[in-house]
């Protein structure tokens, strides 16, 4: 048995395998009917249609996984450098380098991240897209270069020797024997991992020449899983018994295949089953010389017939069939001769919490976190769409509470098409919430409509204090918290505030920040639209009279250097829906970096002084301004 350090280093290596392909699969299965409909012996032959096919597998798909392999290690400008460097393994071999492709994508990703780590800090101010775009370009062309004379061949050489290995296996009929390490993998929840990372490179290898592989059918057979859910329907006990046949609907025209791992933890010695199963539907894909033409993603009995080439069916079929009854009987005899399972009626229960727990570990994700254990949490992120003004403001309130509390917890602010998969929790607006979850799905999130929302923020440090048990040491905690150092001073001057201004619309009122910003040279004209598009996203006020207008991330490159300014309505602007979302100090923000953290740390900390806001909203020399906010 491996232990809990390698299960996971396995784990963590089958799912950066996994998450290379299964955002790809649409294209899979796009190539996979195209090749189905139109090749001389598909279901419609056309040979100007079917022209797409070699192409597509040749260049398509390798790139689409290097481009996808370089974001998750490196982000976007990992998946640029990543498909650069595909390009060179696709052009240095004849064949379809899906492995190449796997291999220096993530090694693109990690090249650009560490490139980005070496010289964060170091870029002078207005250099920072320069600095960017050469570096993608440059390092692209090393590793392009490195993948057409090294990477390539040498993925060819490997391949050659697993195509050499499988055709052993299949000469000696032994390719069933597989089903002995797949269906105890799929358990641990690998099965991602060894259908897309390990049976998909080497099934489209052999569907390109053949037509079809046998490959695509190895881990993705429904029919394993479908028999032992029916042997519980018959022979199973208490839940297990009258949950089995929604689960069985489920893994077998729904394709999780996932819902019957419980069933299997529940009673180990159930796994025998699957692998006859497994065994059993191979031998007879072996038997009838039948495949897919592309993967079965999910494994539903629909996404395989899909996938099933034209003449192909009854093999197919059988083998679902075959590896159903086989499954259903060992599991059928293994149940009748066992007198009960360990936990009685609470075993698929132990046994569901246990799968969540493998499943987590399996994703990279802390269970504690899952759980709502608020002692595991080691980063906070408070995020917006662009990352500059609201979450900036939210994380440094935040962050000043959290340091307060003694806690060590990191917290900083991003966009949130940045979020990395390390948060432990994401606090952002309820509109951009479900954007949230889709870019850090494994973190608690919680929503709000106010970034400064001081109870929240109370309360959230609270519950924290309360689930470690006391406070961390102080100085460490300023040590992980401290907001990253800037790339230069922000100086706010007198020429940077406008006090007394007369009420007038929001848009107005942006328009006149953005107005500012272009006439100090901090941007070019372009931006201002931004700053509208920005406000119709999601509204920038922040709550305490302070709106906080700034652009998007698109509109970031007409940034000509960081700035602010600072707009003073004394009788207020109605900013947002509820009357009481009144702005007197609307802040326009333009931010290359971090530079502007400075004045939004003390704005932030002037909350804490009613005194001082009330001055800020009020006072008529801008050397009140300057006093307060720090310069």
Known sequence: MLSSKSKVGVQNFGRLLSNMVMPNIGAFIAWGLITALFIPTGWIPNETLASMVGPMIKFMLPLLIGYTG???VGGE????????ATMGVIVGTDIPMFMGAMIVGPLSGLAI?????????????????????FSSGILGMILAIIAYLVIGPAVKLLSSGLAAGVDVLVENNLLPLTSIFVEPAKILFLN?????????PLGIAQSESLGQSIFFLIEANPGPGLGLLLAYMFFGKGSAKES??????????????EIYFPYVLMNPRLILAVIAGGATG???????????????????????????PKGAYVGILISVAAAATVSFLVASVLMKTQKSVAGGEDALEKAANEMKDMKAGSKGQATAALKGDLSAVKKIIVACDAGMGSSAMGASLLRKKVQAAGLDIEVINTAINDLPGDVDIVVTHKDLTDRARKHAAQAEHISLTNFLDNAMYDGL???????????????????????????????????????????TTKEDAIKFAGEQLVAL???????????????????TYLGESIAVPHGTIETKKYVKQTGIVFCQYPEGIQWGEDEDDVAVMVIGIAAQGDEHIQVITAITNALDDEDAIECLKTTTNAADVLRILGN
């Open 113 to 133: 991240k560490k490139f980005d780590a070496a010289i964060h800090g170091k870029v002078k101010s207005g250099f920072e897209m320069l600095v960017n775009n």
């Open 77 to 84: 400008r990992g998946a640029v450098v990543g498909a650069i």
């Open 461 to 503: 440090v609270a519950k924290i204090k309360s689930a470690v048990g006391g406070a961390a040491a102080p100085a460490a905690a300023e040590a992980v918290t401290a907001p990253a150092e800037s790339k230069g001073p922000l100086v706010l001057t007198e020429k940077n505030i406008y006090l007394g201004l007369k009420p």
């Open 282 to 308: 191979v031998f007879t894909l072996t038997m009838f010389n039948a495949g897919l033409i592309s993967p079965a993603s999910p494994g539903s009995i629909f996404a395989v017939l899909a996938m099933t």
């Open 192 to 200: 991602n991992a060894i259908n897309h990372g390990i049976f998909t």
């Open 521 to 539: 040279n901090y941007v070019e004209d372009g931006y201002k639209q931004g700053m509208f598009d920005r406000e119709k996203l999601v509204s």
């Open 244 to 257: 089995a046949p929604g689960a069985a609907i489920i893994h077998f025209f729904g394709g999780i295949h």
């Open 70 to 72: 370089g974001k998750v």
